[in-house]
């Protein structure tokens, strides 16, 4: 079995190095992942300026792995595309220090090399820690592991992925239940911090606070809360069907 | 009426000026743009510097402009949130140099900025120009602003957006027809190019040649290329809840 990997907390986060490790019993691994830290970058792809790929090795392992001046998508992207000697027959992105729920999916690095995956035709995964302090991510990797195996084994629907929130109750403990999940819905509160420079400049800092705007208990977003795995099947076919009839009896010919 | 318009191909683009004249007949314009061209980088955000919002006047304009140094995403969150005296009636962003459509409209940045629009709960359109010479934007901007008519008039959904693309068949002319259409399917062929600096070390550019294989008569591909003006609603509720029956007699809890 012919595995990528990749992220988007950087080649050298500890997340992605457990999961390599956790991957490894199972096939030949590939980790292609930014070279640094490339959070919250949604589908950005590079395309003003060229891609670079160094190879990094990982003392005691047979992975290769190749540091990319991108993002997390142009990590897959060139790792199905030019690195890796055949079509993978999985792409798992992770593990990710920080849950991924709700609408902030769209954003996640994480989850956007998994959607890169999915464009490529490869089934693929994203895997989160949910958790900002817990650097402990043998037991999150272990569970990916397992996933993996029952991925490949039972395959997916050719357009979807899988996203993981794996929740931590005590650092290292074992969630007791997995639930298989939809998107809740998150905002931010007060976003926007506004500051001065040392010359009177104003400047913004982006943050704020969760507000779960939609989590009943069937949403991904509930069942971290409850600490209970997450796992949820995303389909990115964004055509809005629904509305389609409703427009068309708005005759839009009329602008012409 | 409160007008934010934003773009990814950055503030001085050709098209966003054409834009903003179209709509200053309509409302109070808010210009909210990158200070430079930011073309595919999807629903990225900027959270690990801080962001600057530089005025931009317009000559013989009472248009209020912001250069940012940041996303289209950024741009939309910014406006709405700090920079804009009130909650804009609507999005509108572009006018995009070249197609958005089909797999692309998930890079795209022009997409983003109004899929940001409806994230904070504001009616929003995405415009295009399907060329990639003629800049001609006078007829498009002008059917920009009588979608914006109709669409403040009756509404959409709360989070659907309007993907516009407006073809070219010879530049300044106007198209015959508008079919509302459903988000065709494209990947690119050869997308890498490898290439040896004067080091000897290799590097990659991002292209490709694209290929269409979803373009029925219903989708925004065939429609553009017909020459028709192509107006697809979009909606970014990506749960695969077809599947999420399926999976869940995969009994994921034997992983724990």
């Not at 990749?6 to 500890?14: L, Q």
């Not at 190749?66 to 199905?80: Q, R, W």
């Not at 089934?123 to 195996?149: M, N, Q, R």
Request: charged share 20%; hydrophobic share 40%; aromatic share 6%.
């Amino acid at each position: 079995m012919l595995i990528l990997v990749s992220n988007d907390d950087g080649i050298h986060a500890p997340g992605i190095n457990a999961l390599r490790t956790a991957l490894e019993k199972y096939g030949d691994v590939y980790v292609v992942a930014p070279d640094r830290p490339r959070s919250a970058t949604g589908l950005g792809i590079t395309i003003h300026k060229p891609l670079r790929a160094d190879e990094i090795n990982f003392p005691g392992s047979s992975a290769k792995g190749f540091a990319i001046n991108g993002t997390p998508s142009d990590c897959v992207k060139l790792g199905i595309q030019a690195l890796l000697p055949n079509k993978p027959d999985i792409v798992v992105s992770g593990i990710n220090l920080g849950p991924n729920l709700g609408t902030d999916v769209l954003y996640s690095g994480t989850v956007s090399a998994a959607l890169e995956g999915v464009i490529n035709d490869v089934p693929s995964i994203a895997v989160s820690l949910a958790s900002w302090e817990c650097t402990d991510f043998g037991y999150a990797a272990d569970f990916a592991a397992g996933l993996v195996k029952i991925v490949t084994g039972k395959g997916l629907p050719e357009e979807t992925l899988l996203n993981v929130n794996i929740p931590v109750t005590k650092c290292g403990s074992k969630p007791p239940k997995v639930n298989v999940t939809r998107l809740g819905k998150r905002r931010y509160e007060n976003t926007f911090e506004k500051r001065l420079d040392p010359r009177g400049k104003s400047y913004w800092w982006m943050g704020g606070e969760v507000m779960d705007i939609q989590a009943e208990p069937d949403t991904d977003i509930a069942s971290v809360k409850r600490g209970e795995v997450s796992v949820t099947p995303l389909l990115f076919d964004v055509t809005d069907h629904k509305f389609m009839d409703l427009i068309k009896e708005w005759d839009l010919n009329q602008i012409l």
